[in-house]
């Protein structure tokens, strides 16, 4: 079966300084795989999906980046954190429609 | 005009109660959709597929209105265990699936 594993679980970081999320994938391959962000009280916001090695595509302008090294790991990346940046990161995969999410990374930056 | 919407609540209601939730969706080329479901501090879990003949699963009803764009869940016979976050999703498939999340309609069932 599969499983998505995120760390850290939580994460308590300065203004201005750099941030690194990892999401991994396990029992699939190929998997589109996504990062969303959950403010308080708000909805989840996509923020990156990618369909491949290599590939990423951005759905909303910030000063956060994606990378995916391997067909199963997927990273969240900024090099100097806002303090709008604090919420509940949550990586995802899917093969075909429905999305299947990890633990999630709870993100405070102060 | 959201491209899901849903009302946030809380609805709050007694055990054993019967209770609907609706979400209406802006884009009638919309091809999938489903409920989730997500606890606090937690990440969203997979309730369950919605389709148009309608599905149920024990205790819970989906149904999908093409015609008028919403989706709908029942749930029977609630439980302390309900108490959750109920997230609608829609999909649309195109290059990859762009799936959009309501905002989630909060839950609690009260003893």
């Known amino acids: 079966s599969q499983t998505i594993h995120q760390w850290p679980a939580t994460l308590v970081q300065p203004v201005g300084s750099p941030l690194s999320l990892e999401c991994t994938v396990e029992g699939t391959s190929n998997p589109n795989l996504y990062w969303y962000r959950q403010a308080a009280g708000r909805g989840l916001q996509l923020l990156f999906y990618s369909v491949g090695i290599g590939q990423i595509s951005s759905e909303v302008p910030q000063n956060l980046s994606a990378s995916r090294p391997q067909d199963r790991q997927f990273i969240l990346s900024s090099k100097k954190l806002l303090l709008s940046d604090s919420g509940f990161y949550l990586c995802a995969w899917s093969q075909d429609s429905e999305q299947f999410f990890g633990p999630g990374t709870r993100l405070t930056v102060l | 005009r959201k491209e899901v919407e849903q009302d946030p609540g809380p609805f709050n209601v007694p055990e054993g109660a019967t209770v609907a939730f609706n979400c209406t969706y802006s884009?009638?080329?919309?091809?999938?959709f489903f409920w989730y479901r997500q606890d606090c501090r937690k990440e969203p879990k997979l309730l369950m597929s919605v389709y148009s003949s309608g599905n149920e699963d024990g205790r819970f009803t989906a149904q999908l209105n093409r015609a008028s764009q919403y989706i709908s869940l029942l749930i029977r016979d609630s439980k302390l265990s309900d108490s959750a976050t109920y997230l609608c999703?829609?999909?649309?498939?195109?290059?990859?699936?762009?799936?959009?999340f309501g905002i989630g309609t909060k839950l609690q069932v009260i003893p």
């Open positions: 884009n009638s080329a919309s091809q999938s």
């Open positions: 999703v829609v999909t649309l498939s195109g290059g990859y699936q762009k799936v959009t």
